[in-house]
């Protein structure tokens, strides 16, 4: 069972304009989430995080917006630049407990378009 | 400079041969875990290692085995490789369990990439 979901394989947008990249979870345990990026021969490397004490975490271009009630969370990237083509990743954990791991989303694909 | 060194980046294998994935870290991190990515499966845990010595299953541990008896070291063992273990593997690392919070960020290593014949 797929607990965290990201549903759009691959997201293609034009330099400049924003990026709206989203993840779905179903586990009500997760209270952390994050968001790593990956580029081609590399591994991936940590973007973004927000707890869920928030709403949302800003990071000069990314911003990551967590809904709670509908268990969504958004990386919206403002401006959005060639560079910034990669997989993206959301993940989740939870505090406490036996849960030591996070769970990965399947990625998603953004291109971005000169 | 902190990071995390697998090797090999790259191999190719036949089916049974037993080979080793190491991976290393510099930063003296407590928690280590290995993963698989495989198209339209995104990351998979296999195995992770909360300190020297100890070790746990993650969501895809059959065909694998791994040990801690270095802090820094959290080498990968297939024993008899098949092709269904081709895929990308990386190995990553974090300072504490990933359970505390804003202390959970995993430092990735650049991933090896293993075909199984």
């Known amino acids: 069972d797929q607990q965290v979901k990201q549903n759009s394989p691959s997201l293609s947008v034009q330099e400049g304009r924003i990026s709206i990249l989203n993840c779905d979870y179903t586990?009500?345990?997760?209270?952390?989430f994050l968001w790593y990026k990956k580029y081609p021969a590399e591994g991936p490397t940590f973007l973004i995080s927000?707890?869920?004490?928030?709403d949302k975490n800003e990071d000069g271009r990314f911003t990551v917006f967590l809904n709670k009630s509908a268990k969504h969370l958004s990386l919206h990237i403002v401006p959005s630049q060639p560079g910034d083509s990669a997989v993206y990743f959301c993940?989740?954990?939870?505090?406490?407990?036996?849960?030591?791991?996070?769970?990965f989303g399947k990625g998603t694909l953004l291109t971005v378009n000169p | 400079e902190a990071q995390v060194t697998q090797n090999p980046r790259y191999l190719i294998t036949v089916t049974g041969k037993k080979l080793t994935v190491t991976c290393s870290q510099n930063?003296?991190?407590?928690?280590m875990s290995w993963y698989r990515q495989d198209p339209g499966l995104g990351l998979r845990q296999i195995y992770y290692?909360?300190?020297?010595?100890?070790?746990d299953k993650g969501d895809v541990p059959e065909g694998y085995k791994v040990s801690r008896k270095e802090k820094r070291n959290f080498p990968l063992i297939l024993e008899s490789p098949s092709p269904n273990q081709t895929s990308l593997y990386f190995c990553?690392?974090?300072?504490?369990?990933?359970?505390?919070?804003?202390?959970?960020?995993?430092?990735f290593g650049a991933g090896s990439r293993l075909t199984v014949l």
């Open positions: 927000i707890s869920s004490i928030k």
């Open positions: 586990n009500s345990m997760f209270d952390y």
């Open positions: 290692s909360m300190n020297v010595e100890v070790t």
């Open positions: 990553a690392s974090s300072p504490f369990l990933p359970n505390r919070g804003n202390a959970n960020v995993l430092t």
């Open positions: 993940a989740a954990i939870g505090s406490g407990g036996s849960n030591y791991k996070l769970t």
């Open positions: 930063m003296n991190h407590e928690y």
